[in-house]
T-cell receptor, first 109, second 117 residues
Framework: DAKTTQPTSMDCAEGRAANLPCNHS???????VYWYRQIHSQGPQYIIH???NNETNEMASLIITEDRKSSTLILPHATLRDTAVYYC??????????FGSGTKLNVKP | DVKVTQSSRYLVKRTGEKVFLECVQD?????MFWYRQDPGLGLRLIYF???????EKGDIPEGYSVSREKKERFSLILESASTNQTSMYLCASSLSLLAGRYQETQYFGPGTRLLVL
């Protein structure tokens, strides 16, 4: 499975958009990009996933570059409750979800 | 909504005890997973199951066993708990493998913090 690279931490002002980048330069053609987040002391929560096209749901938007070597998760209006560790995962194997260190997003008032 | 529940949020056991961690999902998912999460190491897959009575080793199965007698329930067993098994244990489930598509979203339970003294 492809390895992902994410910044260790990011800050965002409450009410502003949070843009979380992820590099996955070795991604292969059949690998999906998944985003999860983990609020302190809770289990990871699914956010969104995509293959090639940009995706949007009630939680976030996922922008995947045309070459698929990177992606950005966008939380359009961050709130304090969005403070969490965000994980970017690429995989094509249902039993191999590798969670790296993720990005610690700090949403500040 | 998918609901994955774990039997305990916090558990304290003594070295050598047999420990059972239970996980139940209510969405008729075929696949279930057990992970442990430790600071600096991320989530590591212990075991997974893609059908009743079927199990496969993950990356760190040593010291653990699992049981899946019913589709909705996946149990993680520590035969003889040791202090290095102190960790956060997370259960997850996913729907199934669909024809032509390998990937399915995993949904996680709230986790069990196990302390082995």
């Amino acid at each position: 499975d492809a390895k992902t690279t994410q910044p260790t931490s990011m800050d965002c002002a409450e009410g502003r958009a949070a843009n979380l980048p992820c590099n996955h330069s070795t991604i292969s053609g059949n690998e999906y990009v998944y985003w999860y987040r983990q609020i302190h002391s809770q289990g990871p929560q699914y956010i969104i996933h995509g293959l090639k096209n940009n995706e949007t749901n009630e939680m976030a938007s996922l922008i995947i570059t045309e070459d698929r070597k990177s992606s950005t998760l966008i939380l359009p209006h961050a709130t304090l409750r969005d403070t969490a560790v965000y994980y970017c995962i690429v995989s094509n194997n249902f039993n191999k979800f590798y969670f790296g260190s993720g990005t610690k997003l700090n949403v500040k008032p | 909504d998918v609901k994955v529940t774990q039997s305990s949020r916090y558990l304290v056991k003594r070295t050598g005890e047999k420990v059972f961690l239970e996980c139940v999902q209510d969405m008729d998912h075929e696949n279930m997973f057990w992970y442990r999460q430790d600071p600096g190491l991320g989530l590591r897959l212990i075991y997974f199951s893609y059908d009743v009575k079927m199990k496969e080793k993950g990356d760190i199965p040593e010291g653990y066993s699992v049981s899946r007698e019913k589709k909705e329930r996946f149990s993680l067993i520590l035969e003889s708990a040791s202090t290095n098994q102190t960790s956060m244990y997370l259960c997850a489930s996913s729907l199934s493998l669909l024809a032509g598509r390998y990937q399915e979203t995993q949904y996680f339970g709230p986790g069990t913090r196990l302390l082995v003294l």
